[in-house]
């Protein structure tokens, strides 16, 4: 159920404009922002470089339930990347996101992560 509302969203996104920001779940009113992040990598030749974002982050410990997941791409540009969800995410206190960059590109996106 949580897959077959995810790609619609997905779907959504992509028929209204294409952009490589995601976004998990649904922020509530009252939850806490837990972590608002920069994260850059520079362009490496022209490969396709795979990156990880690990909720809690290293030596960093979450007992908040993840409501939501903003990942936004700061190219803006359709350059950024492609982001998977691979566990945990809205629901869980852990989640972790891959994110492949298209090749010749780095990265420069921002989380934002809530939780109540
Ligand atoms: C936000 O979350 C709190 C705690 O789960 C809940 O009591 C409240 O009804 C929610 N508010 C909205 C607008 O969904
Ligand atoms: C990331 O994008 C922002 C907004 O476009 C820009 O100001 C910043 O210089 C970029 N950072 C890197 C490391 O490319
Ligand atoms: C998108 O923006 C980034 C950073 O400003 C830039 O390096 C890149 O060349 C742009 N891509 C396109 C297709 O314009």
């Known amino acids: 159920m949580k897959v077959i509302v995810q790609v619609c969203m997905l779907l959504a996104l992509g028929t ?3 952009s490589t920001s995601s976004t998990w779940g649904v922020q ?4 806490y ?5 920069k ?4 362009a490496v030749g022209n490969v396709v470089q795979t990156f990880y974002f690990d909720i809690p982050e290293s030596y960093q410990s979450n007992n908040k339930v993840i409501s939501a997941i903003y ?3 700061q190219f803006q ?20 996101i891959q994110m492949r960059t298209q ?7 921002t989380f934002a992560v809530y939780g109540r």
């Open 28 to 31: 509530n009113a009252t939850d």
């Open 71 to 73: 990942l936004r791409d």
């Open 39 to 42: 994260v850059t990598y520079p």
């Open 77 to 96: 540009n359709s350059s950024g990347p492609i982001n998977t969800l691979l566990t945990g995410g809205p629901g869980w206190t852990y989640a972790s």
């Open 103 to 109: 090749a010749g590109f780095g990265l420069n996106v």
């Open 33 to 37: 922002l837990l972590i608002n992040k």
């Open 16 to 18: 209204i404009t294409y």
